[in-house]
């Protein structure tokens, strides 16, 4: 299994990214789709989540500002990120996994089985 995680980069307070986890070599449609992130110095934490339904939740530090959405036909998840501030700095990771969605398991990242490799993203005040 394979998620290769990508669109991160430098922006202003104020502006967009749009993060993409393309994934490989395991079932797509039916796995439960997240992603965290983790300031330096901080640990990791849990930002969106995307059952395989279509069912969506947010941080609620993102909330409003970033959407998550999967398309099963390229296999591949995204996350829209607008409003970026300044605490947004972190590395983006994406992960997949089965498991039951619900809130006390697809916040935890124990929850997931694959991860990506992680993309930097920076917003300048």
């Known amino acids: 299994v394979q998620l290769q995680a990508s669109g991160g980069g430098l922006v202003q307070a104020g502006g967009s990214l749009r993060l993409s986890c393309a994934v490989s070599?395991?079932?797509?449609?039916?796995?439960?789709m997240g992603w965290f992130r983790q300031a330096p110095g901080k640990e990791r934490e849990f930002v969106a989540v995307?059952?395989?339904?279509?069912?969506?939740a947010y941080a609620g530090a993102v909330k409003g500002r970033f959407t998550i959405s999967r398309d099963n036909a390229k296999t591949t998840v995204y996350l829209q990120m607008n409003s970026l501030k300044p605490e947004d700095t972190a590395v983006y990771y994406c992960?997949?996994?089965?498991?039951?969605?619900?809130?006390?398991?697809?916040?935890?990242?124990?929850?997931?089985?694959?991860w990506g490799q992680g993309t930097l993203v920076t917003v300048s005040s």
């Open positions: 992960a997949a996994g089965r498991f039951t969605f619900r809130t006390g398991t697809f916040t935890r990242s124990a929850s997931y089985g694959d």
């Open positions: 070599g395991r079932t797509f449609s039916t796995s439960i």
């Open positions: 995307i059952s395989a339904d279509g069912s969506t």
